[in-house]
């Protein structure tokens, strides 16, 4: 497939940048940082960083994308010739590596747990049966490291087809039918005893749980679900015709992520407090918690399939981007090249990725920075190389475009109004990268 053939409808373009953008972020990882960052506070800051730094960001990188109509680094190298500036992309890439290495461990785990789950091993056990049952799985090296590799087969195969053929299809249904999974896990969920203490966990800020290092987690967990930083929105969004709105296509997505954040913490605290869990129990949270709340529901186990179902495939879609925009670079958009980068880069990453995976078994004492190697690999995604590209992002935009033309072809499709984009502008070109140093700063202890 060519690499500039467009997205075949509008929707097909949010769907599968929103695609990108929900996944394990806002349903695996948001509910573990928030529960061990104090819950209300972590995610206030989270909102307001989303909305303040994350959107301007995504229709920067919406902006570059179909300026240039080129891949995560050639775009910056049209738009900036014979400059540096294309390391942006290049960093992307790096990123987008690492990223899907730990990533797919996570996929993996939804794999082993649908396996369970199919196979009747999850009926009838308590809240702290499917606990051990849980750390027992991903304990198991051979275990562990089997399903990180079938996620990342199924993303190879995927990405390997082409963009369109293989992102855009399947999101038309699947996506739907999340949201409406969630909100009958959460009507459960919030009806359950005790459920206010977990409502009151969530929503209610305690500032005094404040520190540098929860305001840089929340920064990360913004940039993290909205796919930014890593020029994965700008190869996206080179698909897009002009008569796509832009900014309406970013408010959708950053809507759709914090109503999915919303939905993946009320179905997750009230069922942590009735059941007496601990908030803070990291990674592995909302695996030792779902499977309790759907055992509350009638025919629990067959929409626990369901929902693991979909959460695979929004991992999937998320994990597709990752993969898409290294491919995207390295193939230029050559049909017979993308298949086999695909499988090279797909592969490279599964084995780049074993330690990860090794983490919450034979490898978890071996720490850095009192860190596992998963962690390690996350938090420097998260919380250093996802700032950064972010940052530069956020730079070029104003140093290496036009005003004129930025207000142009955000205009197009969309009829921005001066004001709006003004605002957008200045957040791009003054809060964002200051608020980015602040918080690294401070976090080093140098602010
Ligand atoms: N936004 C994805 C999620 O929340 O699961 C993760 C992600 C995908 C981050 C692609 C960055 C990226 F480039």
Redesign the pocket.
């Given at each position: 497939m060519s690499q500039r053939e467009q997205w075949s409808s509008k929707i097909g373009f949010i769907l599968a940048a929103a695609g990108?953008?929900?996944?394990?972020?806002?349903?695996?990882?948001f509910p573990y940082i928030a529960g061990q960052n104090g819950g209300g506070a972590f995610f206030l800051i989270f909102i307001l960083f989303t909305l303040l730094l994350g959107l301007p960001l995504l229709l920067a990188e919406f902006s570059i994308g179909r300026t240039a109509e080129s891949n995560a680094v050639d775009s910056y190298r049209k738009i900036a010739p014979g400059t540096r500036w294309h390391w942006v992309g290049i960093l992307?890439m790096v990123?987008?590596f690492i990223?899907l290495s730990f990533?797919s461990v996570i996929g993996g785990w939804i794999v082993v747990y649908l396996f369970k789950a199919i196979t009747g091993q999850l009926n009838n056990l308590s809240s702290d049966q499917y606990a051990e049952v849980f750390g027992a799985t991903i304990s198991n090296p051979v275990t562990s490291v089997f399903v990180q590799f079938l996620f990342i087969l199924m993303t190879i195969i995927v990405v390997a087809k082409g963009v369109q053929k293989g992102i855009e299809l399947a999101s038309k249904i699947m996506m739907p039918a999340l949201f409406i999974l969630f909100i009958l896990l959460v009507v459960r969920a919030v009806t359950l005893d005790n459920a206010m203490a977990g409502i009151t966990f969530l929503l209610q800020p305690d500032f005094s749980k404040v520190t540098s290092q929860t305001i840089l987690e929340a920064m990360g967990q913004s940039?993290?679900?909205?796919?930014?930083?890593?020029?994965?929105?700008v190869t996206y969004s080179s698909y897009l015709p002009k008569t796509q709105s832009l900014p309406r296509s970013a408010i959708s997505i950053v809507a759709m992520?914090i109503f999915i954040v919303l939905l993946a913490g009320l179905a997750i605290f009230p069922a942590v407090f009735a059941f007496d869990l601990e908030p803070g129990a990291g990674p592995v949270l909302l695996f030792n918690v779902l499977p309790t709340v759907f055992s509350q529901l009638p025919f629990g186990m067959l929409f626990f399939i369901a929902f693991l179902v979909l959460f695979l495939f929004?991992?999937l879609t998320?994990?597709f981007?990752?993969l898409e925009?290294i491919v995207s670079v390295i193939s230029k958009g050559e049909p017979e090249k993308r298949k086999k980068w695909s499988w090279i880069i797909g592969l490279s990453i599964f084995i780049f990725g074993i330690p990860s995976a090794l983490s919450f078994g034979i490898l978890g004492d071996i720490t850095l920075f009192d860190k596992t190697i998963f962690d390690l690999a996350d938090f420097a995604?998260s919380n250093v190389l996802?700032p950064i590209g972010s940052l530069l992002i956020a730079l070029f935009v104003p140093m290496k475009m036009k005003k004129t033309a930025l207000y142009e072809e955000l205009k197009q499709g969309s009829g921005l109004k001066r004001g709006l984009f003004e605002t957008w502008f200045f957040l791009i070109r003054f809060v964002a990268p200051l608020l980015i140093v602040i918080v690294m700063l401070d976090v080093l202890g140098l602010f």
């Amino acid at each position: 497939m060519s690499q500039r053939e467009q997205w075949s409808s509008k929707i097909g373009f949010i769907l599968a940048a929103a695609g990108s953008a929900i996944g394990l972020g806002a349903i695996w990882k948001f509910p573990y940082i928030a529960g061990q960052n104090g819950g209300g506070a972590f995610f206030l800051i989270f909102i307001l960083f989303t909305l303040l730094l994350g959107l301007p960001l995504l229709l920067a990188e919406f902006s570059i994308g179909r300026t240039a109509e080129s891949n995560a680094v050639d775009s910056y190298r049209k738009i900036a010739p014979g400059t540096r500036w294309h390391w942006v992309g290049i960093l992307g890439m790096v990123t987008s590596f690492i990223l899907l290495s730990f990533y797919s461990v996570i996929g993996g785990w939804i794999v082993v747990y649908l396996f369970k789950a199919i196979t009747g091993q999850l009926n009838n056990l308590s809240s702290d049966q499917y606990a051990e049952v849980f750390g027992a799985t991903i304990s198991n090296p051979v275990t562990s490291v089997f399903v990180q590799f079938l996620f990342i087969l199924m993303t190879i195969i995927v990405v390997a087809k082409g963009v369109q053929k293989g992102i855009e299809l399947a999101s038309k249904i699947m996506m739907p039918a999340l949201f409406i999974l969630f909100i009958l896990l959460v009507v459960r969920a919030v009806t359950l005893d005790n459920a206010m203490a977990g409502i009151t966990f969530l929503l209610q800020p305690d500032f005094s749980k404040v520190t540098s290092q929860t305001i840089l987690e929340a920064m990360g967990q913004s940039f993290f679900t909205l796919s930014v930083g890593v020029s994965v929105m700008v190869t996206y969004s080179s698909y897009l015709p002009k008569t796509q709105s832009l900014p309406r296509s970013a408010i959708s997505i950053v809507a759709m992520n914090i109503f999915i954040v919303l939905l993946a913490g009320l179905a997750i605290f009230p069922a942590v407090f009735a059941f007496d869990l601990e908030p803070g129990a990291g990674p592995v949270l909302l695996f030792n918690v779902l499977p309790t709340v759907f055992s509350q529901l009638p025919f629990g186990m067959l929409f626990f399939i369901a929902f693991l179902v979909l959460f695979l495939f929004a991992a999937l879609t998320s994990a597709f981007s990752m993969l898409e925009i290294i491919v995207s670079v390295i193939s230029k958009g050559e049909p017979e090249k993308r298949k086999k980068w695909s499988w090279i880069i797909g592969l490279s990453i599964f084995i780049f990725g074993i330690p990860s995976a090794l983490s919450f078994g034979i490898l978890g004492d071996i720490t850095l920075f009192d860190k596992t190697i998963f962690d390690l690999a996350d938090f420097a995604v998260s919380n250093v190389l996802l700032p950064i590209g972010s940052l530069l992002i956020a730079l070029f935009v104003p140093m290496k475009m036009k005003k004129t033309a930025l207000y142009e072809e955000l205009k197009q499709g969309s009829g921005l109004k001066r004001g709006l984009f003004e605002t957008w502008f200045f957040l791009i070109r003054f809060v964002a990268p200051l608020l980015i140093v602040i918080v690294m700063l401070d976090v080093l202890g140098l602010f």
